[in-house]
Structures are given as C-alpha cells and as structure tokens.
C-alpha cells in the first residue's frame, strides 16, 4: 500500500530564510504533486513532478524529485510571509487503481 | 467554467439525514475525482470517475457513500443516513489532458 510521510509538520521560520520540506513514499510511482492550500481554502496546484531529477521552480519556491530515492523536495527560499500556508504533496499509485495519495500536508508559518 | 465549482459551499446535516453534494468540473476534463478531508489532515481518496464511467470506489468508507456522474459531467456525492464522523470537506477535482488537477472550493459537511 502507497504511504507517502511529509516532514516536517509544522514548520515555524524568519522571513528571508531558508528551509526544505521532504517528502517520501513508499512505493514506485511515475507522478508526484505539491499542493499548496490556504486556510479554508481548497488546493492550489504548485508543481507536477514526472520524472527522476526533475527539477521545477516557480519564485522562491523549487521542487525536485528522485525516484529513486522515492524522496521529494520542497525548497524555500528566502521566505517572505505570503507563503505561510499548508504545503501537501500527493502521489499517484502505481497499482493500477486511480488513486493520489496525499502526505499529511506541512503546516509554515512565516515570522515577518 | 474557467473553474470546478462545488455546492452547497456549507452544509449542516442532523445525524441520519441524506445529504447530496454537486461538482461542476471544468467543461471538457474527462477525470473527476472526490476526496475527503478532515480538519488538520490530507484529502483522503473517496472515488474516480472517467466520463460516466466510476472506475475506482475503494476509497468510498461505507455503503452509505455513493457517487455517480451519469453524463459524464456533473458529479452527485450522496451520503445516505450522515453520522458524525463523515463531518469532513468534500472536496471535488477534474482532470484534462494534462497531468495536473484543479481542486473545486470544497463542500464542508458538518453533521450535528
């Protein structure tokens, strides 16, 4: 059965500084997402991830994955208080079936 | 629509009451999906429709769940007899060509 663990949960960092998010999971998949999602809000896709080493970045946010490694990461850089939010990434099951399976979601906050 | 639309955006349902909540994808997006998401948690998998054709129901958590998207447009999530613990945000998202999904605002459900 696909898992897939975020960490940290909660993250709590400075404006202008740097951090990563780490995503893992358990079993082969060929697709990898990150979602952001504001308080009572629904998601908003970031990044799709399909191959090993892709690399994807969009303002100081940038996403990398290794399948190999079955690890994915989200990197901040230089954060500033508009990316506090809750950060998931989700990946699709490689059993046949439809399902994406999301991690328990990263909660940021950004200290101005 | 430019977006996938969900109603009713609240729902407050006595214990025992049938409830149905509607997604309207993106006009075109063949995929649909339905996910739950409880307070503080990743959405969780319910069901996967192509067109009219509901290919995955593993993730429905009882009888009492039931989906259908009869023309392969709107979606109905029916949630027969409501208890307690199906308090939770529905959430609805389409699929087109591409690899990415585009989540519906959500339905968030509360059972009293």
């Known amino acids: 059965e696909l898992k897939v663990e975020q960490n940290p949960l909660f993250l709590s960092m400075q404006e202008g500084k740097n951090y990563t998010i780490y995503c893992n999971y358990s079993t082969t998949s060929d697709r990898l997402y990150w979602y952001r999602q504001d308080p009572g809000k629904s998601l908003e896709s970031l990044f799709v991830l399909l191959s090993n080493g892709a690399v994807k970045q969009e303002g100081r946010l940038m996403a990398s994955l290794d399948t190999k490694a079955r690890l994915s990461t989200l990197h901040i850089t230089a954060a500033v208080h508009d990316l506090s939010a809750t950060y998931f990434c989700a990946v699709d099951g490689n059993t046949g079936g439809f399902k994406t399976i999301f991690g328990a979601g990263t909660r940021l906050f950004v200290k101005a | ?112």
């Open chain 2, 1 to 112: 629509g430019a977006g996938v639309s969900q109603s009713p955006r609240y729902k407050v349902a006595k214990r025992g009451q049938d409830v149905a909540l509607r997604c309207d994808p993106i006009s075109g997006h063949v995929s649909l999906f339905w996910y739950q998401q409880a307070l503080g948690q990743g959405p969780e998998f319910l069901t996967y429709f192509q067109n009219e054709a509901q290919l995955d129901k593993s993730g429905l958590p009882s009888d009492r769940f039931f989906a259908e998207r009869p023309e392969g447009s709107v979606s109905t999530l029916k949630i027969q007899r409501t208890q307690q613990e199906d308090s939770a945000v529905y959430l609805c998202a389409s699929s087109g060509q591409d690899y990415g999904y585009t989540f519906g605002s959500g339905t968030r459900l509360t059972v009293v």
